[in-house]
Structure formats: C-alpha cells, structure tokens
C-alpha cells in the first residue's frame, strides 16, 4: 500500500469537500495559491481533524465570480468607467 500523499490528487466527481492539493488540481494552481485564497476569504474552508477542506460550492462559486467578465465600457451597460 503506497501511504504517499499525491498532490496531484484528481478528485472524486461526487465529493462535497475537497483536499488543497484537490482544489489547487481543479483550478489549475497550485496548493499555496489556494491557501492564500483561503487566507484572503476568496474561498471558504472548515477543519475536519488536522484536514483542512474546501467545499465544492466554494470552488464553484469563486470561478463564478472570477470568470464573471466585467462590465465593457463601450457596451452602455454602466461598469467601471460609465
């Protein structure tokens, strides 16, 4: 049995929480860039044990928010510079 953590875990499709090495594979960065996300509240996290976990919804929401592309300012739609 091999007891190597695998940081490039590819996650379940049915999970409800993933691991940091889950999410960071799911979103294609790195585990440190989604712990500064978490420290920075642009993803949610809970501790289970020494584990800490991201929700599925959390992930979902945050490529929501990021990939939300912003107001164009020559489309009469308001935004930024309206």
Do not use: C, Q
């Amino acid at each position: 049995m091999n007891n190597h953590h695998n940081t490039t875990a590819t996650p379940p499709d049915n999970a409800l929480f993933y691991t940091l090495a889950e999410s960071a594979y799911l979103l294609r960065v790195s585990p440190w860039t989604i712990k500064r996300l978490i420290d920075r509240r642009e993803i949610e996290s809970t501790k289970v044990g020494a584990r800490r976990l991201v929700p599925k919804d959390s992930l979902l929401n945050y490529v929501k928010r990021v990939s939300t592309p912003a107001a164009d300012p020559h489309s009469g739609l308001g935004g930024r510079y309206a």
